[in-house]
């Protein structure tokens, strides 16, 4: 267990939709990322949260935001939904920016 | 921006063969990491590498650290079933500084292996 928390674990939509994805990083984690996985695909870096500040993007999608709250939990919002956006959404955390990664189960989103 | 890239795709060794993966990054990393991904799991964090030209061992893992802090290598002695996984490698970008960029991922080593 790392003590990353994504929820839900599974989700299924139809394209057009709106889901959001939740995270709550390990307990004193200040940084907290989002990436994407499709099939055998490597993780592509969404976005980046340090103490509630966007840090860091990546090649996210303008259908998709996301923010980090007060207290430290992150949503990730993906919107229009379209068929190629089925994939595993993992949320990562670390004590600073620089250190070691500890990632969630990981979100599998299914779009129809 | 900066580029990490990973090969090979994929590995099939027999059980007892060794096996090697390699990560280059188009630019200078403040620092290289190493994840092994399990089928059906999620990254987990192996090792952290900062020093250039510094190497690190676990038990049959062996990590390199180039000396430019532009490429790296993970090298498993006489793979085991367990040693199943994808290995990625993860560079933080320098951002000026002390300070950190982004922590990008290489596209991973799909390893197999054989009894």
């Known amino acids: 267990d790392s003590g990353v928390t994504q929820t839900p674990k599974h989700l299924i939509t139809a394209t057009g939709q709106r889901v959001t994805l939740r995270c709550s990083p390990r307990?004193?984690?200040?940084?907290v990322y989002w990436y994407q996985q499709s099939l055998d695909q490597g993780l592509q870096f969404l976005i980046q949260y340090y103490n509630g500040e966007e840090r860091a993007k990546g090649n996210i999608l303008e259908r998709f935001s996301a923010q980090q709250f007060p207290d430290l939990h992150s949503e990730l919002n993906l919107s229009s939904l379209e068929l190629g956006d089925s994939a595993l959404y993992f949320c990562?955390?670390?004590?600073?920016?620089?250190?070691?990664?500890?990632f969630g189960e990981g979100s599998r989103l299914t779009v129809l | 921006g900066q580029q990490v890239m990973q090969i090979p795709q994929y590995q099939h060794v027999q059980e007892g063969e060794d096996f090697t993966t390699y990560c280059n990054s188009s630019t200078t990393l403040s620092n290289i990491q190493w994840y092994k991904q399990r089928p059906g799991g999620h990254p987990v964090f192996l090792i952290q590498l900062v020093k250039s030209g510094e190497v690190k061992k676990q038990k049959r893992l062996t990590f390199q650290f180039g000396e430019a802090k532009k490429n790296s290598s993970l090298h498993i002695t006489a793979t085991q079933t367990t040693d199943v996984g994808t290995y990625f490698c993860?560079?933080?970008?320098?951002?000026?500084?002390?300070?950190?960029?982004?922590?990008?991922f290489g596209q991973g080593t799909i390893l197999t292996v054989h009894p």
């Open positions: 307990s004193g984690d200040l940084s």
């Open positions: 990562a955390s670390s004590r600073d920016v620089g250190q070691e990664l500890f």
């Open positions: 993860a560079g933080w970008e320098r951002a000026g500084g002390t300070s950190y960029g982004k922590l990008t």
